[in-house]
């Protein structure tokens, strides 16, 4: 059962929909410049502040997991 909800959790992560993650004000002002690698950037720096802490909480979460599942090796 654990690793068929890995496979899954792994699955919806690597298959994922490209998204646009800007404000309207954002969109607005860079639709007007002609080579759009200004709105591309501001995606990604977008994107990549929107993920940190993801990634943290989920580190936080894995660590707590191994610190209960070790604690109950050792009562058994």
């Not at 890995?6 to 309207?24: F, Y």
């Amino acid at each position: 059962m654990n690793k068929k909800i890995l496979l899954i959790s792994l699955l919806l992560v690597w298959v994922t929909l490209p998204v646009d993650a800007q404000c309207a004000m954002c969109r607005a002002v860079l639709e007007s410049e002609e080579s759009g690698a200004a709105a591309k950037g501001i995606n990604n720096g977008i994107i990549y502040l929107m993920l940190i802490p993801y990634i943290l909480v989920g580190g936080i979460g894995y660590a707590i997991y191994r610190l209960l599942k070790k604690s109950r090796r050792t009562n058994n």
